[in-house]
Every structure is written in C-alpha cells, then in structure tokens.
C-alpha cells in the first residue's frame, strides 16, 4: 500500500513510520515546513526505498495535492496540540487544525486517494477550549465530507483516542525531567483524571481502522482511565512532591488558562445514542443516513442506556503499577 502521512516529524508520525516501513508499505510519503526536521526526517529512513518527505504544509492545498499523488491512503496527524497553547490567538488552532484539515481532505479527493483516516483527540467532546473546538470542528469536516468525497471514491474517517504517554510536549516527560533533577513536579491539580494510551497501542488503533474503514465514522478505542495523581505516582513514588502552577489569570492550583478539564470524555452523551461496542472498540455512526452513506445496518451491539465513557467515573482504571507497565510500554519512538 501507498501512504502519505501528515504530521510525520510529530511523535505519533514517526511511530506510524516506524511500523509502516518495518510491516512493507510500498510506498511513505510525508513532509514538514521545518528544514532541520525534514532532513532528519529523510536520514532516518533512507534506508526504505518508497520513503519520501518534502517540504509541505497542511495549510498549502495546491501542495498537499501533489504529495498525496500516487497514494492509496492518507493519515492526518498533523495538529497544534498544546491546550494552553494560542489561546490569545485561536487563528494559529484555525489554521492549522481546521482550515488544514479541509485542505487534506480536499487534497485527498483530487488526487484519488481512496481512505483517509483523520486523527482526533478526546479534546473534541464536550469542547471549553481553542484546540478541543478545533479538533470538534475538524471531525464535523470529516464525517460530512463524505457527501463529496464518497462518491467520488474517497472514504474519510476519525479516530479519537486520549492522553498519548511519552509524546511530544506531554506532561510526562517533564516530570521525568523534575523527578530526575531532584524537584517537586509541577501540577494544577492531582486529582484531575484523563484517558491514557501508548504510542504502540495508537498505531494500532489508527491503523486498524484505516484497515476496516466504511466512511463516516469515528473509532475510538477503549482506554483505561486515570488520575494525574496516579501518574505522578509512577513516574516520583508515593513520596511524591508538587509545586503547584501559579497560572496568572487563573491563580494556583487552577486549571490553566486556555481551558484545562477535570476530566475528559470519548464519547459525549449525544453520541452515546448511537454509538456500538464492535470487535474490542467503540463505533460512533455518522448522525444520520444519507445518500453519501450506504443503508447496511452497522455492525456491533449497542451500548447500555446510561453509557458515560467518563474518565472520573470510568470503571476500568489504572493502578500505580498498571501505570508504570504502562510507561514502560510506551517505548521511545526515533527521534529527529
């Protein structure tokens, strides 16, 4: 098979690129604006004979239209991420999280791509700051392109998934960083609760759906849940010490300002109407049945009334050693 990844100096881009090189996809193709990231980028698998990258941006249509060329699938992984991040500038999260979403689905469609798998995060339910609105937006762009793109053979899909251990900017490697130096770890507060999951184990959910993708569906993954107190425990011992963040508009011990949650939810109340348990995950239809969409049932059996995929009230939850083996799992993935 023929991929084109966006976002592959991103930390779950090299983790696809990883996989896709050593399981013999015939042909990889991703890009970067940034030069030094690129030729590291190039280095690393240049060893592959199908492996390109070339200078793009998820924000340039008539560029991504001719690196998508040739490709059989898209993976769109390439998003601002950081919750806090531009929350005095929500054009940069415009830009890139929605408008270059458009623009890789509309590429996609053009050059005849026939799958394309959109990446999205727990963020986008129940959205109360810039990048979860992004990110909410971008999955509405996604399901509803089907009307467009279905019939001109392309079938567009989300995935969405929660807190990735290890990745880039994650609080996890800087408390790695804190515990190491001998400081107190810096916190707003430990008993918010989040979703986790391993670079390994969202390789696999991304690329099994891409695998089984219909069109007009979001996949997500059933995670085990935590508190960040948990996570603080595994990574300093149960002597742990905080240093809480004095944010300075919302003061210590606050959520920061940007719109952090004391918890987050993978699939909204809304969606729980509809969503179905199928083959070890979670399917969430397209809202309706349209002409973009066949009239097969879906497949899967649907959850029980009362269904709350809630990290506080979730009932599959981490322990400290279960977080650790999880650390453990989530193994470093090359680096440029």
């Known amino acids: 098979m023929r991929i084109g990844i966006t976002g592959g100096s991103g930390a779950l881009g090299r983790a ?22 690129r030729a590291l980028l190039a280095r690393t698998y240049s060893w592959h004979p199908g492996f390109r990258v070339y200078a793009g941006d998820v924000r340039d249509l008539t560029r991504l239209v001719d690196i998508f060329s040739g490709c059989d699938a898209v993976i769109h992984a390439a998003a601002r991420k950081v919750v806090t991040g531009h929350p005095d500038e929500p054009e940069e999260m415009l830009k890139t999280n929605v408008v270059g979403t458009l623009n890789v689905i509309e590429a996609a469609k053009t ?42 053979g ?15 900017g ?34 696999d959910v991304v690329l099994s759906a891409l695998a089984s993708l219909r069109g007009g569906e979001i996949v997500v993954p059933d995670l085990l849940a935590a508190s960040i107190r948990t996570l603080a425990e595994a990574v300093a011992g149960p002597d742990v010490r905080f240093a809480p963040v004095d944010d300075p508009v919302e003061g210590v011990n606050a959520p920061r300002q940007g719109g952090e949650k004391l918890y987050e939810e993978l699939v909204s109340s809304v ?17 309706q049945h349209a002409e973009m969409w066949d009239a097969t049932p879906w497949l899967g059996e649907p959850v029980p009334g009362g ?29 440029p």
């Not at 399981?23 to 940034?34: N, Q, Y």
């Not at 129940?126 to 509405?140: D, F, M, P, R």
């Not at 809630?310 to 090359?334: F, N, Q, Y």
């Open 170 to 203: 994650s609080v996890l490697v800087r408390w790695r960083a804190q515990h190491a130096a001998g400081e107190p770890l810096s916190i707003t507060d430990p008993e918010m609760t989040r979703f986790w999951i391993t670079l390994p184990q969202a390789v």
């Open 16 to 37: 696809l690129l990883d996989r896709l090189t050593q399981d013999g996809a015939d042909r990889l193709v991703t890009f970067s604006r940034d030069e030094h990231k």
């Open 111 to 152: 050059a005849g791509v026939r799958k394309l798998v959109v990446v999205s995060s727990d963020k986008a339910v129940q959205a109360v700051n810039v990048y979860g609105t992004s990110k909410a937006l971008g999955e509405h762009l996604s399901i509803m392109a089907n009307a467009r793109t279905f019939p001109a």
């Open 307 to 335: 269904f709350a995929y809630r990290s506080d009230t979730w009932p599959k939850r981490l322990t400290v050693e279960a977080m650790r083996d999880l650390i453990g799992a989530s193994a470093c993935v090359s680096s």
């Open 271 to 287: 969606e729980a109407r509809r969503v179905r348990w199928y083959q070890g995950r979670y399917v969430v239809p397209p809202f």
């Open 154 to 168: 392309l079938r567009v899909g989300v995935v969405r998934y929660g807190n990735v251990l290890g990745s880039t």
